[in-house]
């Protein structure tokens, strides 16, 4: 295997151990230079790169938010027909059907 040097524009360093290589080159790397164990690439990200960086995290955080209310808002229908004391459905209940709180978690 091969040990790969990575060096970012803010002087920060990447080291990674490649075990199976091909033959193929990426678009992204621009150039190598070998020096013994060590084979050094130089990686040019495409332009707007931070912009996707910052879309895929907002829709990371917005999936999880969505996500936990829609659990929330369903349990909270099931805790509420559980306080009416109704037949749960593990035990053959379907009276969640009819809780509008559970739907709403379910469409949301």
């Known amino acids: 295997g091969a040990v790969l040097s990575f060096s ?27 020096t013994g164990n060590e084979t050094n690439w130089s990686i040019s990200m495409p332009s707007g790169s931070k912009y996707h960086l910052y879309i895929g995290l907002a829709l990371a ?15 909270k229908g099931l805790l509420k027909l559980a306080d009416r004391g109704v037949t749960r459905a593990g035990q053959g209940g379907h009276s969640y059907l009819k809780e509008w709180l559970w739907w709403a978690g379910l469409l949301s």
């Open 8 to 34: 970012c524009r803010d002087s920060c360093q990447a080291w990674c151990q490649i075990i199976n290589v091909s033959e193929s080159r990426s678009p992204f790397l621009t150039s190598m230079e070998e």
């Open 61 to 75: 955080i917005g999936s999880s938010i969505f996500i936990g209310s829609s659990f929330i808002l369903k349990k």
